[in-house]
């Protein structure tokens, strides 16, 4: 397919897949033990590798290009997290033979933008952390935004189906491909269900990220009486992109809380070039152009479209604001 973005979306697709492989590698040596002691240094070590390695894509392929990641190195940098710092080193040289600490910290740097520009990067290494810890659902999402509209998505769920990498373009259409098998990818498209009731809706494991009350009481109200399916990160986004799942609410927790724009970006351009439709709570489009926050939207609602409607009714009929 022709667009004018192919080195973009071949940059992009490498790198997530390069951080996944980087990030299942880590995810082996996690043991019932870290898990027991509650260790979060694996996936510390995953998502500064992750993002090391992307962002250094990125600046080789695109050097002008801005990048708003999540992470920056200055913990790392710090004496007592030396360890820390050359397991990190140690997982990116698998990548990037050669890698020494300093270029390490100076690629995940390169994440550190924050401001709105008309043509920028937004990176999530690792969305979805207790997923990851507990093996279970995560991703790595990038996304390029321009003019404010994302525009290319890689979007890598490494425990979703077997692995996969879910790619879009703005305007031609979302793929998948297997990650562990050299594929071509193939078109995916969101369901075609039309009956609220019969919808299957996916939110976040942790309640913390979204309200599970609200969404049990939004269900009441559509007549849905599954179970919803719980997972982490966008894979979410990826669920419903396929047809897994219709509807997809992250609802607001809190007055005074922001989403991140690497915590949707990716996700929303492959959910909606496969044929869905992404809003706040209130059906207005995501605002990307506000630099690392989405500062003037509440929540997130993703649907496969006929449902969307409805949907926000039911939002506002159980008072969510």
Known sequence: MSHLYVKELETAEAAVAAASRICQAVAAQITPDVLEKKDRSPVTVADYASQAVICRALREAFPEDPIIAEEDSAALREPDQAE?????VKH?????????????CGWIDYGGASEYSSRFWTLDPIDGTKGFLRKEQYAVALALIVDGEPTVAALACPNLNGGLVATAVR????????????????????????????????????????????????????????????MDSQAKYAAVAQGFADIYMRLPTRADYVEKIWDHAAGVLVCTEAGGKVTDITGKPLDFTHGRGLATNRGVIVTNGPLHDVLIQAIGAVGVS
């Open 84 to 88: 820390l710092l050359a397991k990190v």
């Open 92 to 104: 990116v040289d698998a990548a990037v033979p050669g890698a020494v600490a300093e270029d390490v």
């Open 171 to 230: 305007g031609h259409g979302a793929w998948a491909r297997p990650m562990i098998v050299d594929e071509k990818p193939v078109a995916i498209a969101v369901s075609r269900t039309l009956d609220p009731a019969k919808a299957r809706f996916c939110e976040s494991v942790e309640s913390g990220h979204s309200s599970h009350d609200h969404a049990a009481q939004i269900a009441e109200k559509l007549g849905i009486t599954g179970e919803p399916l719980r």
